[in-house]
T-cell receptor, first 111, second 113 residues
């Protein structure tokens, strides 16, 4: 059963604008970790950001930040000041007693 | 600093042939994983090894076997390849159970004809 859901198969954003990618998950565990990974056309998977479920503070890495809503089981990724190099597939991932990835969101940054 | 090294990068097999995908990491990570990536399905876990000497099934283990040869190496074997196993395969490693995220290899594109 799919535990991680990304409901936006494709998105686009103008260069320098802000975009938010959505992710929801389903779990009965109390201790788990959530991640966003980026996969550019090169196929290499790159860790973007990590969130520990027991921390209420939202994680931030430079232009990337998350909105973690534990009660709603939501974990969205915000990309600020979008750059052409942000064009990629983005995967939401869950790690607890099991390991799951979402189906991905293809993001295109338009010049 | 090589990270996670996968070989080969590309492979074409005929139905029924066997092959082994090799993976090695040089980061002293305890845990290693094999995923497959198919269009529209994201990444799905085939097998993982939480530590040297242990292996466990993931979401889609049928048709595959694994060997954790030592702390560095984790191989994936297809005994009798089927067209349904056409996919991109990723090896990954993590310090402990992926709590700090994975380091991925560059992937193997496998086509079974």
């Amino acid at each position: 059963a799919q535990t991680v859901t990304q409901s936006q198969p494709e998105m686009s954003v103008q260069e320098a604008e802000t975009v938010t990618l959505s992710c929801t998950y389903d779990t009965s565990e109390s201790n788990y970790y959530l991640f966003w990974y980026k996969q550019p056309p090169s196929r290499q998977m790159i860790l973007v950001i990590r969130q520990e479920a027991y921390k209420q503070q939202n994680a931030t890495e430079n232009r990337f930040s998350v909105n973690f809503q534990k009660a709603a089981k939501s974990f969205s990724l915000k990309i600020s000041d979008s750059q052409l190099g942000d064009t990629a597939m983005y995967f939401c991932a869950y790690t607890g007693n099991q390991f799951y990835f979402g189906t991905g969101t293809s993001l295109t940054v338009i010049p | 600093n090589a990270g996670v090294t996968q070989t080969p990068k590309f492979q074409v097999l005929k139905t029924g042939q066997s092959m082994t995908l090799q993976c090695a990491q040089d980061m002293n990570h305890n845990s290693m994983y094999w995923y497959r990536q198919d269009p529209g399905m994201g990444l799905r876990l085939i097998y993982y090894s939480a530590s040297e000497g242990t292996t466990d099934k993931g979401e889609v283990p049928n048709g595959y076997n694994v060997s954790r040869l030592n702390k560095r190496e984790f191989s994936l074997r297809l005994e009798s390849a089927a067209p349904s196993q056409t996919s991109v395969y990723f090896c990954a490693s993590s310090k402990n159970r992926a709590n700090y995220g994975y380091t991925f290899g560059s992937g193997t594109r496998l086509t079974v004809v």
